[in-house]
């Protein structure tokens, strides 16, 4: 019995690597600083617990740089790496990663609340850069582990190019780099697990010869930062909550049998 007649078997399932660039765009937020104080440390910014209110941020996409092979990274990319079993619900996994960039917009007025510098504070202020600033520059950095779905739109088709509505769906972790300017004090931290994501994202999938694949895709993510650096490791804690929304194009190339 050759493997078509045979019911119980079917089409190997097939891996493939994306790579591509995103837009973002953010909700509002509050952002809450928080520092206990540190006196064996270099800490000059002393004991403060406030929060700024109604903060509006922005994307840096940096696409210019994408023709400069050296400074790829630069952009706000995307890559996604996953496995599609090719069962009867054409169902699979992923690991999805954007790298985006979250800016708070400068010379906005916000709500300050809180104790700031031995004193409490309850007002509007305008957020002058060079005593107050904040982002996620290198970036927000979402990482989710998605289960997949997808439905071919060319159902007959036997040739070489197939099209697809996909969907995707999971949850993950934020791996950001804050640089933050507190008190006139600047620091760019580094790297820390700093909170949890979730996100749905769907779009459109596009197959040709089989291999080549090229995916225009929107994502929605809810992000909780919990504990982010801003003086360094001693000096500081900052945690905030937002929603963001991406639109996202990758291309890539798959490996392994694919499913007529």
Request: charged share 25%.
């Amino acid at each position: 019995m050759t493997s078509q007649e045979n019911p119980t078997k079917s089409c190997k399932g097939n891996l493939y690597f994306l790579w591509g660039y995103n837009r973002d765009y953010y909700s509002r937020s509050t952002i809450h600083f928080k520092n206990d104080g540190n006196p064996a440390s270099d800490d000059v910014t002393g004991v403060y617990d406030f929060k700024v209110r109604n903060v509006e941020a922005h994307d840096r996409p940096q696409f210019e740089k994408i023709y400069d092979i050296k400074n790829i990274t630069i952009p706000q990319f995307s890559i996604r790496a996953g496995y599609y079993f090719n069962n009867s619900k054409d169902e699979g996994v992923e690991i999805n990663y954007d790298h985006a960039k979250y800016i708070v917009d400068d010379w906005q007025t916000v709500r300050f609340e809180g104790r700031i510098l031995n004193r409490d504070v309850n007002c509007d202020s305008m957020l002058n850069p060079s005593f107050f600033h904040f982002e996620h520059s290198d970036g927000a950095n979402f990482w989710n582990f998605n289960y997949l779905r997808r439905w071919k739109l060319n159902k007959n088709s036997t040739g070489k190019h197939n099209f697809q509505i996909i969907a995707k769906g999971g949850a993950g972790f934020v791996l950001p780099r804050t640089d933050v300017t507190l008190f006139g004090k600047r620091v760019n931290n580094n790297w820390k697990i700093a909170g949890a994501c979730v996100n749905l994202e769907s779009g459109f999938r596009a197959e040709f010869w089989k291999r080549f694949v090229c995916e225009f895709t929107g994502k929605v993510l809810a992000v909780d930062y919990m504990s982010c650096l801003v003086q360094g490791k001693r000096n500081g804690k900052a945690s905030q909550k937002f929603l963001a929304s991406e639109l996202i194009l990758t291309f890539g190339w798959q490996f392994g049998k694919t499913k007529p």
